[in-house]
């Protein structure tokens, strides 16, 4: 596998062993991905939607998809249950490098990122476009 390989998932299972391929740089979420348990992304690794209507719901009481630098979520909807995080930060990363995050159709408060202590402490950017 090549470091900049990219990965089209249709399933959960296949869309998990993505996000632990430290190979995978790009994963794209095709169709509705359900039950999918808690993530996390690899320095450096992205996801996004192969178009509009792609969806990843989350599993009954499972977070979404932990952020640890230099991670982008673009142009997808993530569902989870409503005391859950959609998308939150790995707190023991020394940098978050830059985060990107764009065209996100979620519930809104279940949006949370965790960045209270990042914030004064680490150097970051974050876009949120």
């Known amino acids: ?12 299972d296949a869309f998990v062993a993505a996000t632990q391929d430290k190979n995978v ?7 509705h991905l359900t ?3 808690s993530v996390r992304l690899s320095p450096g690794q992205g996801l996004h939607g192969a178009d509009k209507n792609a969806t990843i719901t989350f599993a009954n009481g499972a977070d979404g998809v932990q ?3 230099d991670n982008r979520i673009v142009g997808l ?6 005391n859950k995080r959609a998308v939150f930060n790995d707190t023991t990363v020394t940098s978050l490098g830059r985060i990107e995050l764009r065209n996100l159709n979620r519930y809104l408060h279940s949006f949370i990122l965790i960045l209270d202590l990042f ?11």
């Open 77 to 82: 909807r993530l569902e989870v249950a409503p």
């Open 25 to 31: 740089q790009e994963i794209v979420a095709s169709g």
């Open 35 to 37: 039950g999918v348990p």
């Open 1 to 12: 596998m090549s470091a900049s390989q990219k990965v089209v998932v249709t399933t959960g």
């Open 119 to 129: 914030i004064s402490i680490f150097p970051f950017s974050i876009s949120l476009l």
């Open 67 to 69: 952020l640890s630098s």
